[in-house]
Nanobody
Framework: QVQLVESGGGLVQAGGSLRLSCAAS????????MGWFRQAPGKEREFVAA????????NYADSVKGRFTISRDNAKNTVYLQMNSLKPEDTAVYYC???????????????????WGQGTQVTVSS
């Protein structure tokens, strides 16, 4: 089992920045990738960013490319999502997720992940 706890959400004005954290605990040594997703009211959960441990490969949704950056701190077992130039349409609950299955995937689908955090709210005002 893996436990994930997100933090860092909040209210920010358009153009501002936030950094989300996702602290992992438990059997994390089996993890091969971690992703960030978001879900706005009335919408489906959508992919934001992913990082694969092998080769430190990253992947971003087109809507956040150039504005968001995913990174990790191995010593702290924590993955971050730095969000800059935030827009009102970035408002959502943000979730982190971890994948432990070792088959090759793009990491952009929620079904590709095995464990999820509880989410943190990000609200961007115009």
């Amino acid at each position: 089992q893996v436990q994930l706890v997100e933090s860092g959400g909040g209210l920010v004005q358009a153009g501002g920045s936030l950094r989300l954290s996702c602290a992992a605990s438990g059997r994390t040594f089996n993890s091969v990738a971690m992703g960030w997703f978001r879900q706005a009211p009335g919408k489906e959960r959508e992919f934001v960013a992913a990082m694969f441990w092998i080769g430190v490969i990253t992947n971003y949704a087109d809507s956040v490319k150039g504005r968001f950056t995913i990174s990790r701190d191995n010593a702290k077992n924590t993955v971050y999502l730095q969000m800059n130039s935030l827009k009102p349409e970035d408002t959502a609950v943000y979730y982190c997720a971890v994948r432990q299955r070792r088959t090759v995937v793009a990491g952009t689908e929620a079904r590709e992940y095995d464990y999820w955090g509880q989410g943190t709210q990000v609200t961007v005002s115009s």
